[in-house]
């Protein structure tokens, strides 16, 4: 079955930039997103085929896909941005998440 | 703007069957997929399953042999059936709306969940 990476945490300064990554088999000719969830709440889409982000979703968030790895980039990181963070594809006619990764705004 | 509500027991017995509905408002059922994916408490998201609105579906295959959705566009809802549970299965349940397209002329597909309910807690316990 088809797997994704993503490291536990990431730690980040408020004002820098945050790196999440995503790794899976040729996950770059596959499409990815990114899921941000806050304590007690519902996962919520920040960005959706590899680098669009939906309305409402401020333009700090970004996202690319190549090779293995997709990446979900943060700049300018606020202390809101503080969360649990999922990548998701398709594979096969199955959805696959990530295992989250922990995203500490220091 | 679209929204969906989950329903159901917060409570099962172990062996006995979960059963979830999801009730869509705001918006059609049609023309999207509509999924499930549950989260353990502390753990992270697991994919269900999900339903077209013309009712095929596809499950996430460690859970397949338990699983069932069906959707009743008549209500605008879809519903979840996860039986023979164990304590593993006590979790936050969610519902989604996703949407599904071919990545341009290639075999891959892009999907999203871009709409979520805010989830139900259910507990299998005797």
């Known amino acids: 079955s088809y797997e994704l990476t993503q490291p536990p945490s990431v730690s980040v300064s408020p004002g820098q930039t945050a790196s999440i990554t995503c790794s899976g088999n040729k996950l770059g000719d596959k499409s990815a997103c990114w899921y941000q969830q806050k304590p007690g709440q519902s996962p919520v889409l920040v960005i959706y085929?590899?680098?669009k982000r939906p309305s409402g979703v401020p333009e700090r968030f970004s996202g690319s896909n190549s090779g293995n790895t997709a990446t979900l980039t943060i700049s300018g990181t606020r202390a809101m941005d503080e969360a649990d963070y999922y990548c998701?594809?398709?594979?096969?006619?199955?959805?696959?998440f990530g295992g989250g990764t922990r995203l500490t705004v220091l | 703007q679209v929204q969906l509500q989950e329903s159901g027991p917060g409570l099962v017995k172990p062996s006995e069957t979960l059963s979830l509905t999801c009730t869509v408002s705001?918006?059609?059922?049609?023309?999207?997929?509509w999924g499930w994916i549950r989260q353990p408490p502390g753990k992270g998201l697991e994919w269900i399953g999900h339903?077209?609105?013309?009712?095929?579906?596809n499950y996430n295959p460690s859970l397949e042999s338990r699983v069932t959705i069906s959707v009743d566009t008549s209500k605008n809802q879809f519903s979840l059936m996860l039986n023979s549970v164990t304590a593993a299965d006590t979790a936050v349940f969610y519902c989604?709306?996703?949407?599904?397209?071919?990545?341009?002329?290639?075999?891959?597909?892009?999907?999203?969940?871009?709409?979520w309910g805010k989830g139900t807690t259910v507990t299998v316990s005797s």
């Open positions: 998701q594809t398709r594979d096969s006619s199955t959805v696959v």
């Open positions: 989604a709306r996703a949407s599904l397209s071919r990545i341009g002329g290639s075999i891959y597909y892009s999907y999203y969940m871009d709409v």
């Open positions: 339903i077209y609105y013309s009712g095929t579906s």
């Open positions: 705001g918006g059609s059922i049609s023309n999207y997929y």
């Open positions: 085929q590899d680098t």
